[in-house]
């Protein structure tokens, strides 16, 4: 045979040779994925008593139930879900009770919460919201239903503390309420 041809041959045989597994090892090595980063972050959360304007500072009773910290589902840098957890055990009023039937709904933001991780003995849980009742850094307007031998609603206000590194929905604008001063024109 001819050198040349043998040359080339050898080549082509090695560099198939190669190029097979190079493919066979990108074929058979695992795939690595990455899974999209989903966290929990832990928020302050402060409860007050319903005043005008949130004016008002005076702890709210609801706070023994819900305490001072709730937790935001992080994905992506987006926030998924609010969860408060309910426990009775810092309250005199929930200690050792069903507290599960005694706070029957919670709205945040005129949000509703689903109840989930009910406790065995009922006297903790937590309520679960989608990422529209969470207000970075800011007020929001809660409702909660309890029933103390009677259903009873009460207002009341949480300031949330700050996560930073989230993105958030652009808050809308409002119109801008002007306030000239109207001047009387003397009538002759």
């Known amino acids: 045979m001819n050198k040349n041809f043998i040359k080339v041959l050898v080549t082509t045989t090695a560099a198939i040779?190669?190029?097979?597994?190079?493919?066979?090892?990108?074929?058979?090595?695992?795939?690595?994925?990455?899974?999209?980063?989903?966290?929990?972050?832990?928020?302050?959360?402060?409860?007050?008593?319903?005043?005008?304007?949130?004016?008002?500072?005076?702890?709210?009773?609801?706070?023994?139930?819900?305490?001072?910290?709730?937790?935001v589902g992080v994905k992506n840098g987006k926030i998924t879900k609010l969860i408060v957890h309910v426990d009775g055990k810092n309250s005199p009023l929930?200690?050792?009770?069903?507290?599960?039937?005694?706070?029957?709904?919670?709205?945040i933001n005129g949000i509703s919460g689903k109840k989930a991780n009910i406790t065995k003995n009922?006297?903790?849980?937590?309520?679960?919201?989608?990422?529209?009742?969470?207000?970075?850094?800011?007020?929001?307007?809660?409702k909660v239903t309890i029933n103390f031998g009677g259903k009873m609603t009460e207002d009341a206000w949480i300031k949330f503390g700050k996560i930073g590194g989230i993105k958030t929905a652009a808050t809308p604008k409002t119109k801008a309420?002007?306030?000239?001063?109207?001047?009387?024109?003397a009538s002759h």
Request: overall charge positive; cysteine-free.
């Open 17 to 71: 040779s190669l190029m097979g597994m190079t493919a066979d090892s990108s074929i058979n090595q695992p795939q690595i994925v990455k899974a999209a980063q989903a966290s929990q972050k832990s928020v302050s959360m402060l409860v007050y008593k319903y005043s005008a304007n949130h004016t008002s500072r005076q702890k709210s009773m609801a706070r023994g139930f819900v305490g001072t910290k709730a937790h």
């Open 94 to 107: 929930g200690k050792g009770k069903n507290v599960e039937s005694i706070i029957r709904n919670l709205k």
């Open 177 to 185: 309420v002007s306030h000239k001063k109207v001047s009387k024109k």
């Open 122 to 142: 009922h006297s903790s849980f937590d309520f679960v919201f989608p990422a529209k009742a969470f207000q970075n850094d800011s007020w929001s307007k809660m």
